[in-house]
């Protein structure tokens, strides 16, 4: 067993470290992703069954980011960021993460089959595996290219929200998959510019830790630019109306302009990182408000205020 | 449960600490399993109202043959 203070386990650990490991943070926006996703989604679902969902994509979340942790403990311990959390933090043994992490894994991908769907059920149980096992067992530690593939397990959650509803996957689900996949290369390369110390420090190859800045910034232009047009995809398929369309325009191009200003430009020592920083902050904006635009844009076709 | 305590006996201050936080896992891990029971009842009620897929709407039925 390795953490940073061994002697501090004594204790059994707190419900609140256990609820720490689901990272909360992050599932707030797989939450909202979800319930976007399944209220976007044409058809309709019983509300108890529509909660049991989210709360099934909720929990694999949780379980998968509990078992990442597990993984990651001494990685965790050499970052500033994580330090704190429970296993580096010495508050709870490794073993312990590890039995959480599969629990909730199997309980949410069971309790999905066996109210909602199989398909459900197993795109589920897939996206698990690919955060837990392909991201960070396999391909984080290996390749520069880890954010762009990690994004795939952020993506997940509005694809299997709409397939709960729907029960079969078609072209609108996979385009929310694909909008989230291109945006998290640019929403994360913003964070690692100005956190890459602390990558360098535990030896993930981050791409402005392997490939340099420059590249880095070239690459989040260009994913922001792939952005604009995919994100309004749905629009130009007919999946959506024009508030969806032209809301995607607005936000996306916002997100282009970021990008070019993080994009063209050369960091100098003690610069402060304002335009990473700006384009971090906004990155997180955009996609809540994307998805909520997706929403609104559904209720205003059911209401009869667009065709 | 995490590492032995040393090998040596607990004192009182640490017992106590010990049996708290067990109380409050205890406590936290009885609400999930409460709320689990009320949510796999719900589900099992609303799955067995539901209508299946394709069935006719109510009324329908006696309809056609009027």
């Not at chain 1, 942790?69 to 050499?78: G, I, T």
């Amino acid at each position: 067993m390795t953490t940073a203070n061994p002697q501090a386990l004594i204790m059994p650990a707190d419900w609140r470290d256990f609820f720490a490991l689901t990272k909360p943070g992050v599932m707030r926006l797989v939450i909202f992703t979800a319930v976007c996703g399944m209220l976007a989604a044409p058809g309709t679902i019983h509300p108890v069954l529509a909660f049991t969902a989210i709360l099934c994509i909720a929990v694999g979340a949780g379980g998968a980011a509990a078992l990442n942790q597990w993984w990651e403990a001494d990685l965790d311990a050499v970052m500033k960021r994580t330090a704190k959390r429970p296993i580096p933090g010495g508050r709870m043994d490794r073993t312990s993460a590890r039995d959480f992490g599969f629990a909730l894994s199997g309980i949410s991908v069971m309790t999905m089959g066996l109210a909602i769907s199989w398909l459900a059920a197993g795109i589920l149980a897939f996206s698990i595996f690919y955060y837990a096992y392909l991201y960070t067992v396999w391909l984080k530690p290996r390749t520069p290219q880890n954010i762009v593939i990690g994004g795939g397990a952020g993506a997940f959650p509005p694809l299997i929200g709409w397939i709960a509803v729907t029960g079969h996957i078609t072209w609108m689900p996979v385009l929310l998959f694909l909008i989230i996949f291109m945006w998290t290369p640019p929403h994360f390369w913003a964070l690692a510019l100005f956190v890459q110390i602390d990558y360098s420090k535990a030896g993930i190859p981050m791409m402005p830790v392997v490939a340099g800045e420059r590249s880095t910034r070239w690459q989040i232009l260009a994913y922001a630019a792939v952005l604009l047009p995919l994100s309004m995809t749905p629009w130009f398929i007919g999946g959506t109306g024009w508030i969806y369309g032209l809301s995607a325009l607005l936000l996306s191009g916002m997100f282009l302009w970021l990008s070019f200003k993080v994009g063209l430009r050369t960091s100098a020592p003690g610069d402060g990182m304002k335009p990473e920083k700006r384009l971090f902050a906004y990155s997180i904006f955009y996609l809540f408000i994307l998805f909520a635009m997706l929403v609104a844009d559904r209720f205003a076709t059911i209401l009869g205020l667009q065709a | 449960m995490n590492q032995p305590f040393n090998d040596r006996p607990l004192t009182a201050a640490e017992t106590d600490a010990l049996r708290a936080r067990q109380r409050e896992r205890n406590k936290v891990m009885g609400l999930i399993l409460g709320f689990l029971v009320v949510l796999f009842f719900a589900i099992s009620i609303v799955k067995i109202t539901a209508k299946p897929e394709h069935a006719p709407a109510e009324g329908t039925e006696q309809a056609e043959h009027s």
